[in-house]
């Protein structure tokens, strides 16, 4: 199975973000200049499936070729739920597998580095504190993240989307989905 790519339009944000940190390669800008169509084309040239919450862009894109899908969901919690279901990777989330894999502000590498790697830009409670630490491999990113107070907050929520996701509501997939 090809890993899947995903490009998430200007109002779907937080969903990218909770993308990128199971894992997914998740394309997003929220740029005032990058037009529907500089979307379109940026999915079909890197493979990705188009997630979007605007039903005529849905439709576009579908008329284009482009694999998409409508999300209307009220929370990202949600909508996340409803990939898993609709691209069968409920066994990710439960897993675990290659969470944290990716930076959740701009959607580069992450690589595990030891304290001592960090240890001149990471607050000194936290080097005390904590022995893992990763640091995003984009040159204009670089942000360091670590399992402080935030990671309560980020497990809990992938227990949401883990527990949401146990459930089937996609009534028509045929209208929900393009291929």
């Known amino acids: 199975m090809k890993s899947l790519k995903f490009l998430c339009d200007a109002m779907l944000g937080k ?62 919690s949600e909508e996340v739920a409803e990939l898993a279901e609709l691209y069968e990777f409920k066994e990710k989330l439960i897993s675990g597998a290659n969470n944290f894999s990716r930076c959740p502000a701009c959607n580069g590498i992450l690589q595990v580095v030891s304290r001592e790697v960090v240890n001149d830009r990471v607050p000194l409670g936290s080097l005390e504190n904590f022995d893992e630490f990763w640091v995003c491999q984009t040159r204009t990113c670089g942000k360091i993240y670590w399992k402080g107070h935030h990671w309560d907050n980020i497990t809990k929520e992938l227990e949401k989307i883990r527990n949401i996701s146990r459930i089937k509501y996609l009534k028509d997939e045929h209208n929900r989905i393009s291929e």
Request: net charge positive.
């Open 15 to 76: 969903t990218a973000r909770w993308l990128r940190i199971l894992g997914f390669d998740t394309f997003y800008t929220a740029a005032p200049h990058v037009t529907d169509d500089d979307l379109l084309k940026i999915a079909k040239r890197e493979d990705r499936i188009l997630l979007t919450k605007d039903k005529s862009f849905f439709q576009k894109a579908r008329r284009d070729g482009v694999v998409s899908v409508y999300l209307d969901r009220p929370s990202a």
